[in-house]
């Protein structure tokens, strides 16, 4: 079993260190883990998003020698921001990691996680932008190997029907698709938004349509900030990605995604 979104007390918004969460991973039986710090410039609220990579490094290394039984991976979540791209980019060209999750997190400049952009905008204003700008930054940001939780906002939406649905931007979402595709991205399943949302982000009609499509690089993360999100609903997200039609997913090394069997 595999997580390949993981937080940690590198990140601003988790306080756990690297050592609990691999902890964590063993104890739930992971064989694969690949921590994800934050790295968002320029957001308007909350904790300065940023790592202190030789804390990262030097936490991480006394971990894996703890735990030789598991396998980890040094990879950085990075906010998909056409603002930063330079700055994101020649962060991630100086201090190497095996991979990097390509996270859209604001709308309109907002995060959504706050209430205020609910107020100022509509659900359908919000979502349209959101798609939009998931499309734009796909395509013109290079720093990240994965796209990571599609359909983020509806983790935080205020309104029944949260889902991101493919239904709804079926044109759009092919296009996010294929681009993907032909840059040679992957697409992450997050099932951290199910204690909010029905289902993984991307809900799975989009996830069938990546494999009809012919993607073949997914990866699989829980986005965990504390110990007992580690693993979580990773076996049966792995069981539905193996009813779709995927024999395999995805883990980095240095860059390079590497197929792995689901079991
Ligand atoms: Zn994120
Ligand atoms: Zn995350």
Redesign the pocket.
């Known amino acids: 079993m595999i997580d390949y979104?993981i937080?940690t007390n590198i990140s601003a918004d988790c306080k756990v260190p690297v050592r609990l969460m691999a902890q964590a991973a063993r104890d739930a039986g992971l064989k694969e883990v690949g921590f994800?710090e934050?790295i968002d410039l320029g957001v308007p609220v909350g904790p300065d998003f940023t790592v202190d990579f030789a804390a990262y490094e030097a936490a991480f290394e006394q971990t894996r020698r703890e735990f030789p039984e598991l396998n980890m991976r040094r990879g950085i979540?990075a906010g998909l921001d056409l603002r930063y791209k330079d700055e994101i980019a020649a962060l991630l060209n100086a201090h190497p990691c095996d991979f990097v999750?390509g996270?859209l997190h604001l709308v309109f400049g907002h995060d959504p996680y706050y209430k205020d952009i609910w107020q100022q905008y509509s659900k359908r204003e919000i979502y349209d932008e959101y798609m939009r700008l998931s499309l734009e930054t796909a395509r013109s940001c290079d720093y990240y190997d994965i796209l990571?939780?599609l359909g983020y906002i509806g983790k935080f939406c205020p309104f029944e029907d949260k889902m991101l649905r493919y239904d709804e931007y079926a044109d759009a979402v092919d296009e996010l698709l294929k681009t993907l595709i032909e840059r040679g991205k992957a697409l992450e399943v997050n099932t951290?938004g199910l204690c909010m949302t029905p289902s993984t982000m991307p809900e799975t009609a989009i996830i069938r349509r990546y494999y009809e499509l012919g993607g073949e690089l997914l990866t699989v993360g829980s986005?965990a900030h504390y110990e007992s999100a580690v693993g979580h609903a990773v076996a049966e997200t792995l069981d539905g990605l193996k009813s779709i039609g995927f024999r395999y997913v995805c883990a980095f090394d240095s860059r390079k995604p590497q197929h792995i069997k689901i079991p």
């Open positions: 979104h937080h994800s934050h979540e999750i996270s990571g939780h951290g986005d």
